[in-house]
């Protein structure tokens, strides 16, 4: 066990008391949705359809949950406690074929979700042991509700790839609602081999609905699992597991070695050693051996390396008295990657901070990442709060360094930016934490300071050029000559889903009424004398689409009410974007310089896309490009620009060559394209002898959030 130790069950407590169930309660009435298993400290695991009951979603929703937050009761070492947790991580439910799961299906793949909760150290056992399901394992699930009598004795009869088949006993407790997400324990090994996530109902009358009479044939207490070793391959892309990987340390690590030497000299004494040592377990939550003996050195220094926030709370305690101690730990702790930037009380009021911020102010996180960060490398995805402030903290420091100062870590850089969005006594709390974790860290307050300024300059831009309006719209193809449509509208604080019904399916005049309906919905006080732009959201094969030209007059209407000519409309491909994740910090740069960035026109057609690859590769300042080349190479090349994150992109979908769309785009600033082909198609009503083109204006801003897309679905595509 070492010096350091996990909290145990209370002493008189069961003797087996399993994996100490987590209860998931549905927010509507806080009645049991499903139980959990503890994965950390602050963390729990269950399954995504207990969530989506939580929440009184749909059961298969495969949407990521927002920030709302979960109510999660848990037995801990002060017994039962009840803790409000969010969704850190999701894996949402999916057929076998990868696509949504249907009504009737009796297995799929996925459907995990990692809750945070806000809980004190110390409040929560430690995980339990996992190892991996196999046939002919004894194990127990409770419900739940986590009461003593509801535990079902099964047994793994077969595991076929991604599902673990069980059996229960003839006798006792059968599997049924609100076992879903809970562990399966096996007592023999004192271990957690899976996740419970649905049972074989018996077969109903067709025509009642009521369950039909017992028979000798009916499949009887047959459950299906997650087995463990499939909730690792889902969960270790994502980082979730990370710190297992550092549950021993090699006496050769570097680290290892320097830490050694650090805690011999900062606490050279035993006493002293001792007093520090149950201080710092105290702080991260875990048992000590005792008030007699202190650890070893070398207990001490793989505790820090094992434990993902020791090290951050040890510094914590020796900044004030011994600073040069402090920073020496801190440099030999950056030679590993298990240490984690904050330290436990860092860590709890970094999230009390975010519980205390607007909404309107947390959907914009996002926005406020890529703005820090614009040459930081893909972020995970979903992009929930916590996945990406688990990232952020694993990155480096910022370049500019002088003397060998410590840097910024890209973490304190991103909650300044959000400071600055908060109202002032957020914005004050959220700035006090920054001061307080730059002090921790040695970092000069005028590096500090200078990123404070940067947030402040980005603030004064963003209101100088107050976000426009938008109105967001996802058009798949269903089936010929109709398409179906998910609106979002974007007043400045992220997009809000207003579309209801995404089954049905519209002719194109009936879809541009709808759209023509949500845009009469904005609030005129918050258009700031701009028309709101329209963002069309499409898959690459529909970038051609003529969603400009579609027209929504009923027969009763003056006026035509031509999408296109009313209204700034743009394309955006996400799919193309996220086709090569790399080039995503090559887009946020090309968008960062979108007023002083290079432009680019190609109209030979004799060049290849390879050739168009190289000229992008080399013109990496290039923010705009026009292309004006055959239809067939046309397309291709939008696709190349799109896909290396070119965040402009115009072309003719009507003419081939000598595009006078091209020309004319030619003399509109970058930044105006979206009203200046607006107007070039109002002139094509007008005149159009005088203005022959189809422009398409492809436009993907990197400070606005796009939502989520699901463009595989086979509900919303064709």
Not at 100 to 116: N, S
Request: some cysteine.
């Amino acid at each position: 066990m070492g010096w350091f130790r996990a909290l145990g069950p209370e002493p008189g407590g069961q003797e087996d008391a399993g994996p100490f169930v987590v209860s998931i309660r549905r927010t509507r009435d806080g009645k049991t949705a499903g139980g959990g298993l503890v994965l950390a400290a602050d963390a729990i695991l269950t399954c995504a359809h207990v969530v989506n009951d939580a929440l009184g979603r749909a059961m298969f929703e495969t949407r990521t949950p927002g920030p709302d937050e979960i109510l999660v009761a848990l037995r801990g070492p002060r017994g039962t406690e009840r803790f409000p947790a969010r969704v850190a991580h999701w894996i949402a439910p999916r057929a076998k074929t990868g696509g949504p799961v249907g009504d009737g299906e009796g297995e799929w793949h996925g459907d995990l979700a990692v809750l945070r909760i806000d809980a004190p150290p110390g409040s929560t056992f430690p995980p339990p042991r996992r190892i991996a399901m196999a046939a002919e394992q004894r194990v127990t699930v409770w419900h739940g509700s986590g009461q003593g009598a509801t535990f079902a004795d099964l047994t793994v009869k077969s595991l076929e790839g991604p599902v673990g088949y069980l059996d229960g006993a003839a006798t006792g407790m059968a599997v049924g609602r609100g076992y879903s997400g809970g562990p399966l324990w096996s007592r023999q090994h004192k271990a957690v081999v899976g996740l419970m996530t649905a049972h074989f109902m018996p077969p109903r009358d067709p025509d009642t609905g009521k369950p039909l009479p017992y028979s000798p044939q009916h499949l009887v207490r047959r459950s299906w699992g997650i087995p463990w070793q499939r909730v690792e391959a889902e969960l270790r892309p994502l980082g979730v597991l990370d710190a297992e990987e550092h549950a021993t340390v090699d006496p050769d690590d570097p680290a290892f070695v320097l830490l050694t030497e650090a805690i011999e000299d900062a606490l050279p004494s035993a006493v002293g050693r001792g007093d520090c040592a149950r201080k710092l377990a105290r702080a991260c939550g875990v048992g000590h051996g005792g008030e007699v003996l202190p650890p070893t050195v070398e207990e001490f220094a793989a505790f820090l390396l094992t434990h993902p926030r020791a090290l951050a709370a040890l510094v914590e305690m020796l900044r004030r008295g011994n600073p040069d101690e402090a920073d020496r730990m801190l440099a030999a702790g950056r030679l590993s990657r298990a240490p984690r930037l904050l330290s436990p009380r860092e860590y709890t009021r970094l999230h009390q901070q975010l519980r205390d911020i607007d909404r309107s102010v947390l959907g914009r996180f996002a926005e406020a990442v890529r703005a820090a960060l614009p040459l930081a490398a893909a972020f995970p995805g979903g992009e929930t709060i916590d996945a990406l402030i688990d990232h952020l903290e694993t990155l480096p420091g910022d370049g500019r360094s002088d003397d060998g100062e410590p840097r910024v870590p890209a973490l304190l850089r991103v909650m300044e930016y959000v400071a600055v969005l908060c109202p002032p006594p957020q914005s004050a709390g959220v700035k006090l934490w920054s001061d307080s974790v730059a002090v921790r860290l040695g970092i000069p307050r005028s590096a500090l300071a200078e990123r404070r300024s940067d947030a402040q300059e980005w603030a004064r831009v963003m209101r100088t050029r107050s976000a426009r309006v938008r109105v967001l719209v996802q058009v798949t193809r269903a089936e010929p000559g109709r398409h179906r449509l998910r609106i979002w509208c974007d007043e400045g604080a992220g997009p809000r889903q207003v579309s209801t019904d995404t089954s049905a399916s519209y002719a194109a005049s009936e879809a541009a009424r709808e759209l023509l309906r949500v845009l009469e919905t904005l609030d005129p006080a918050a258009l700031n004398e701009q028309r709101p732009l329209v963002e069309v959201l499409v898959d690459r094969t529909s970038l051609n689409l003529p969603i400009d030209e579609w027209e929504g007059s009923a027969p009763d209407e003056i006026v035509p009410g031509v999408l296109g000519v009313e209204f700034p409309l743009v394309m955006h491909c996400p799919e193309l974007l996220r086709r090569h994740e790399r080039f995503l910090p090559d887009w946020r740069r090309r968008w960062s310089r979108l007023d002083s960035g290079a432009t680019l026109v190609f109209s030979d057609a004799s060049l290849s896309t390879n050739e168009i690859y190289a000229e992008l590769m080399r013109k990496l300042d290039a923010v705009r490009v026009s292309v004006d080349v055959p239809a067939g190479l046309r397309d291709a090349v939008v696709q190349v620009c799109l896909a290396v994150g070119v965040p402009v992109v115009v072309w003719d979908r009507g003419r081939d060559t000598d595009s006078h769309v091209v020309k004319q785009m030619a003399e509109v600033a970058t930044r105006e394209l979206p009203d200046g082909v607006r107007s070039y198609r109002a002139n094509t009503m007008l005149h159009p002898l005088e203005y022959p083109g189809r422009p398409v204006l492809a436009w993907a801003d990197a400070d606005r959030t796009v939502p989520r897309l699901h463009l595989t679905e086979p509900q919303e595509s064709a």
